[in-house]
């Protein structure tokens, strides 16, 4: 049949169905390079689009921030916040980029690089290390070029900012004014009504129980739990099943033998007479005899090495020292001078001046360590570890792409993958979304959380993504083994539950009850002490606090008494407030003194003679937080204005279904 139809379209019939056939492909060519894909803007800042990728990564790495300084694991009812939050801070953080750039500020490269140099992690022995740089950036899946280009931008928002921040202006009467609020003093007394003392004192009957339970049925439900089945993958697993032999070895022992090899060092002297780049022929000959003239004086021991050096040496940086370089390696000096160094023998003086583009040199080699290459089996068990480590790496991200094709193409097991890279499938037993696990367990990690609830593996009962999990180079894949629904407790078993809940309820609608009453009658002028004594109750001794007071031992109180005006004619200021413990408390407020200004000398240095005023460090301390207050609010003001002026498009329901 091929056979006939080939035969069939040799003539000019054949040519035309090629044409017609070929034209669709060739538009749809055309239309994918001049639109290709993209990913998904979810806003755009002044015509600069926003990622959708960007903004997922951002997203995840406020989410791992929020979830460990809450110390949560379940962060799921927070999400349209935090996805809310993540976007404006990219818009803001993309208008300071513009705003930077139309200001012609720039990062340079060097800027650049200190800054990266001073990150602890990429430094080794106190020194910045570009393998160490490269390995740490590789094990967070990141790149140097993309990290720097990150870098570049985060430090030229932060440019612009510090710009704006740092050159705030506070005079002293705001000085004083901040000082006198800060350390302004309160005179308090306080009662406390407590919730037990109404507690014992309610009833509650059956049908109040069975109406809380029928209209808080969330509060009374077993958590919903799942238990999985999941296959991981770890390049660590793989380094201990990579056979390495001998002859392989030594082969990678040669390949990197300078790994292994210490270059030689010296230790030397010199004596520097300049020349500068533009002397003429006279000048560098009259140099060349100054340096032979020294030479000659140390030679005949008319002065010694050192002394000619302090007396004559252009290099200030070590003539006080005699001369001394310290110890450096190989590259470290300009060539002719470390030839020169070389072809010297320890307490060797150079023969003659070295001449350099700086100038000529005397030199005078004081100590040398040679170049020492390490044996092969000084280094023979590191080297097979890494080696190991270097071989499971490539075998790694090769079972890596194995295990996510095989879970994507056999998405209701796991055994295509457990078969194919002969890895063994594990289980969990039943666990809820809050569960907390044991560090470092399969569990502790909260992806693997997220993955297990979620609707592919939950609702449709498919294999997961390949997971990457928190350890470096570690991935699974998983799927749901059993389900268990959350389900409503019997009555019975949550009975007592729900008592003691509607006691404190109604305890506490007792305490504020009371509370308001009392707080009505000494609004109205009545005696506290009588009043008091009526209901049994016993205020506490007047004290003076602070904003920051912590002897009160109630901050809801303390920072209540600091929102109350001010008492006129020594009449007292009443308050109440429900505290987070379900009391409630009267809050006295007697009188208010401003904060007392720090002399703005302290104790002086020296003797009583001749001492010397030095500044209040508090009075510095309190001129700095002013600085910084009025120059962050400087800045936000100037931020929103710039919203205001930028063409800002938020694509909301692109947000929204990411939320889904």
């Given at each position: 049949?091929?056979?006939?139809?080939?035969?069939?379209?040799q003539?000019?019939?054949g040519?035309?169905l090629i044409?017609?056939?070929?034209?669709?492909f060739?538009?749809?060519g055309?239309?994918?390079?001049?639109?290709?894909s993209?990913?998904?803007?979810?806003?755009?800042?002044n015509?600069?689009?926003i990622s959708n990728?960007?903004?997922?990564?951002a997203?995840?790495?406020?989410?791992r921030q929020l979830r460990?300084m809450?110390?949560?694991?379940?962060?799921?009812?927070?999400?349209a916040q935090i996805?809310?939050d993540t976007?404006?801070?990219?818009i803001?953080?993309?208008?300071l980029l513009?705003?930077?750039?139309d200001h012609?500020?720039?990062?340079?490269?060097m800027?650049l690089?200190?800054?990266?140099?001073?990150?602890?992690?990429?430094?080794?022995?106190?020194?910045?290390?570009?393998?160490?740089?490269?390995?740490?950036?590789?094990?967070?899946g990141?790149?140097?070029?993309g990290f720097?280009?990150?870098m570049r931008?985060s430090?030229?928002?932060?440019q612009?900012?510090?710009g704006?921040?740092n050159?705030?202006?506070?005079?002293?009467?705001?000085?004083?004014n901040?000082?006198q609020l800060?350390?302004q003093?309160?005179?308090?007394?306080?009662?406390?009504?407590p919730?037990?003392?109404?507690?014992?004192k309610?009833?509650?009957?059956?049908?109040e129980?069975?109406?809380?339970?029928?209209?808080?049925p969330d509060?009374y439900k077993?958590?919903e739990?799942?238990?999985i089945?999941?296959?991981e993958?770890?390049q660590?697993?793989?380094a201990?099943t990579?056979?390495i032999s001998?002859?392989?070895?030594k082969?990678q022992?040669?390949e990197r033998?300078?790994s292994?090899?210490?270059?030689?060092q010296?230790?030397?002297?010199?004596?520097?007479?300049?020349?500068?780049?533009?002397?003429?022929?006279?000048?560098?000959t009259e140099a060349?005899k100054k340096?032979?003239?020294?030479l000659g004086?140390i030679?005949?021991?008319?002065k010694?090495?050192?002394?000619m050096?302090k007396?004559?040496?252009s290099?200030?940086?070590?003539?006080?020292k005699?001369?001394?370089?310290?110890?450096f390696g190989e590259g470290f000096m300009v060539?002719p001078f470390e030839d020169a160094v070389?072809?010297m023998?320890v307490g060797d003086?150079?023969?003659?001046?070295v001449?350099?583009?700086?100038?000529?040199?005397?030199?005078?080699?004081?100590?040398a360590?040679?170049t020492?290459t390490?044996p092969?089996e000084a280094?023979?068990?590191?080297?097979?570890?890494?080696?190991q480590q270097?071989?499971a790496?490539?075998?790694?991200?090769a079972?890596a792409e194995q295990m996510?094709?095989?879970?994507f193409?056999?998405?209701?097991s796991?055994?295509a993958?457990?078969d194919?890279l002969?890895l063994?499938?594990?289980t969990?037993?039943l666990?809820?979304k809050?569960?907390v696990a044991e560090?470092d367990s399969?569990?502790?990690?909260?992806k693997?959380?997220?993955?297990a609830?979620?609707?592919q593996?939950l609702?449709n009962?498919?294999?997961s993504?390949v997971?990457?999990l928190?350890?470096p180079?570690?991935i699974?894949?998983?799927r749901?083994?059993?389900?268990k629904?959350?389900?409503?407790r019997p009555?019975?078993e949550?009975?007592a539950?729900?008592?003691t809940?509607l006691?404190?309820?109604?305890?506490?609608?007792?305490?504020?009850?009371?509370?308001?009453e009392?707080?009505a009658?000494?609004q109205?002028?009545e005696?506290?002490?009588?009043?008091?004594?009526k209901?049994?109750?016993?205020?506490q001794?007047a004290?003076?606090?602070?904003?920051?007071n912590?002897t009160?031992?109630?901050p809801d109180i303390?920072r209540?008494?600091?929102?109350?005006?001010?008492?006129?004619?020594?009449q007292?200021?009443?308050?109440g407030?429900?505290?987070?413990?379900?009391?409630?408390?009267?809050?006295?407020?007697?009188?208010?003194?401003?904060g007392?200004?720090?002399?703005?000398?302290?104790?002086?240095?020296?003797t009583a003679?001749?001492a010397?005023?030095?500044?209040?460090p508090e009075?510095e301390r309190?001129?700095t937080?002013?600085k910084?207050?009025?120059?962050?609010?400087?800045?936000?003001q100037?931020l929103?204005?710039?919203k205001?002026?930028?063409?800002?498009v938020?694509?909301?329901?692109?947000?929204?279904?990411r939320?889904q």
């Amino acid at each position: 049949m091929l056979q006939g139809m080939r035969a069939g379209i040799q003539g000019w019939l054949g040519w035309a169905l090629i044409v017609i056939i070929s034209i669709p492909f060739a538009l749809w060519g055309i239309q994918e390079y001049l639109s290709p894909s993209r990913d998904i803007a979810i806003a755009e800042v002044n015509g600069v689009e926003i990622s959708n990728q960007s903004f997922e990564q951002a997203f995840d790495q406020q989410k791992r921030q929020l979830r460990n300084m809450m110390q949560q694991a379940d962060l799921s009812f927070m999400d349209a916040q935090i996805r809310q939050d993540t976007l404006n801070r990219l818009i803001e953080q993309e208008i300071l980029l513009q705003t930077a750039a139309d200001h012609g500020m720039r990062i340079g490269d060097m800027m650049l690089a200190q800054r990266i140099h001073q990150f602890p992690m990429f430094q080794q022995t106190g020194m910045f290390s570009q393998p160490l740089y490269e390995q740490a950036l590789r094990t967070q899946g990141m790149n140097p070029t993309g990290f720097e280009f990150e870098m570049r931008r985060s430090l030229l928002t932060t440019q612009l900012q510090d710009g704006i921040t740092n050159t705030a202006f506070v005079s002293p009467a705001e000085v004083t004014n901040r000082m006198q609020l800060e350390k302004q003093q309160r005179s308090v007394s306080y009662l406390t009504i407590p919730t037990s003392r109404f507690v014992d004192k309610v009833s509650i009957d059956d049908a109040e129980i069975n109406k809380y339970y029928q209209e808080h049925p969330d509060s009374y439900k077993t958590p919903e739990q799942v238990s999985i089945e999941y296959i991981e993958l770890s390049q660590a697993d793989l380094a201990n099943t990579q056979n390495i032999s001998e002859d392989t070895l030594k082969a990678q022992y040669q390949e990197r033998l300078a790994s292994f090899t210490t270059s030689g060092q010296w230790q030397a002297k010199h004596i520097l007479i300049e020349v500068p780049t533009d002397a003429t022929a006279d000048k560098v000959t009259e140099a060349e005899k100054k340096a032979t003239d020294i030479l000659g004086k140390i030679k005949s021991k008319e002065k010694t090495f050192d002394e000619m050096a302090k007396e004559f040496s252009s290099d200030t940086s070590n003539k006080d020292k005699g001369g001394d370089l310290g110890w450096f390696g190989e590259g470290f000096m300009v060539k002719p001078f470390e030839d020169a160094v070389k072809a010297m023998k320890v307490g060797d003086l150079s023969d003659k001046p070295v001449k350099t583009q700086f100038g000529f040199h005397l030199i005078q080699l004081v100590d040398a360590k040679p170049t020492v290459t390490k044996p092969f089996e000084a280094v023979r068990e590191e080297l097979l570890k890494k080696v190991q480590q270097e071989e499971a790496e490539q075998a790694f991200y090769a079972h890596a792409e194995q295990m996510a094709d095989l879970a994507f193409e056999n998405p209701n097991s796991l055994q295509a993958i457990a078969d194919t890279l002969k890895l063994p499938i594990k289980t969990t037993d039943l666990f809820a979304k809050t569960v907390v696990a044991e560090k470092d367990s399969f569990l502790s990690n909260q992806k693997v959380i997220e993955a297990a609830f979620s609707p592919q593996v939950l609702d449709n009962r498919y294999n997961s993504e390949v997971l990457e999990l928190d350890k470096p180079q570690h991935i699974a894949v998983i799927r749901l083994k059993e389900h268990k629904p959350a389900q409503l407790r019997p009555l019975e078993e949550v009975k007592a539950d729900i008592t003691t809940q509607l006691k404190q309820d109604k305890g506490r609608k007792e305490a504020e009850k009371l509370g308001g009453e009392l707080l009505a009658a000494l609004q109205k002028g009545e005696n506290p002490d009588a009043l008091f004594k009526k209901y049994e109750l016993q205020a506490q001794p007047a004290q003076w606090i602070e904003r920051q007071n912590t002897t009160l031992g109630h901050p809801d109180i303390v920072r209540e008494a600091f929102k109350m005006g001010h008492p006129a004619d020594k009449q007292a200021l009443y308050q109440g407030i429900a505290l987070n413990n379900g009391d409630y408390a009267l809050i006295i407020l007697l009188a208010v003194k401003a904060g007392e200004m720090p002399n703005i000398v302290t104790a002086t240095n020296g003797t009583a003679d001749n001492a010397q005023p030095t500044e209040n460090p508090e009075l510095e301390r309190l001129k700095t937080q002013a600085k910084r207050a009025l120059g962050d609010t400087v800045f936000k003001q100037l931020l929103a204005e710039m919203k205001v002026s930028a063409n800002i498009v938020v694509h909301q329901n692109r947000l929204v279904e990411r939320t889904q």
